[in-house]
């Protein structure tokens, strides 16, 4: 057989088989046009849903691009995080990091309930979710990348996996940095995805240490400019008010830009797990001011980056299963 002729042969291999333009992950192929035939419509779906969940209230687009954040880091990115208890799933709902903050949930059962009835148990929540982050990131004015698709969705969830292996915003620099190198991520990673604080609020109980010399050796936090720790204490008492909301990005909360690491370049991180990207370590102290002065190059490494997050050990093939409703497993 020639070259030319193998070459041929090959290559119209390739027109029947994406997966030649796939990512190999731990889990098995995804690739960007898994469901071009099944529900060619899927994504158009999401996005149309979406967008009028976001027109309605700018906020939705950071909660539900954490969600996205905190399922993968459980388990892989695999929906588990929105299974509810029953029998014998204890919710990761439950767990501390989502607790009284992890919210969404009802726009992502509208968007499967259309995507159900486009075309029924094709489209896996695990796969809604990772194209809803993409969407909720552009539609803030973020950057766009081309989600691989064709995980399942778990039939189990991990309480302990979700208490364990999430960031928490006090964290230490190193614990935050072994979190992440945990799920194959690296510091790079950490700078870029931490960006996404740049939309969204924090809880008064997320920071409070930060406000009242908290952190056990009866110092004040002087990374936090002092002006604005003022500012903050009149909504984040030293008891009480643990619910109460505040932007993290206070210059600019509802855009996706580079804000987030001028405000941390300025003492202004609100959170303990965002200034310490400045003070803890030369890597990342780099990275935040590269960040600032370029929002190109921000925006090309957190596309880069969530598409490394979202290959976290996703099931594929014949493992898990595409729920009908992505708060149970399937009967």
Known sequence: MSQLTSFLLVLSLCAFAPL?????????????????????????IVRSVLAKAVAKEARMAASILRLHFHDCFVQGCDASLLLDSSGTIVSEKRS?????????FEVLDEIKSAL?????????????????????????GGPSWE????????????????????????????????????????????????GSHTIGNSRCTSFRQRLYNQSGNG???YT????????????????GGDQNLFFLDYVSPTKFDNYYYKNILASKGLLNSDQVLLTKNEESRELVKQYAENSQLFFEQFAKSMVEMGNISPLTGSRGEIRKNCRKVNS
Do not use: M, W
């Open 20 to 44: 030649c333009f796939s990512s190999k992950t731990k889990g098995g192929y995804l690739y960007p046009q898994f469901y071009d035939h099944s529900c060619p419509k899927a994504q158009e």
């Open 96 to 104: 501390n990091p989502n607790r009284n903050s992890a919210r969404g």
């Open 116 to 140: 159900e009835k486009e075309c029924p148990r094709t489209v896996s929540c695990a796969d809604l979710l990772a194209i809803a982050a993409r969407d909720s990131t552009v539609l803030r």
């Open 147 to 194: 989600v691989l698709l064709g995980r399942r969705d778990s039939r189990s969830a991990s309480l302990s996996g979700s208490n364990n292996n999430i960031p928490a915003p006090n964290n230490t620099f190193q614990t935050i940095l072994t979190k992440f190198k945990r799920q194959g991520l690296d510091i790079v990673d950490l700078v870029a995805l931490s």
């Open 219 to 221: 110092q004040p936090d």
């Open 224 to 239: 936090l400019d002092q002006s604005y720790a003022a500012q903050l204490k009149t909504r984040c008492p030293r008891s």
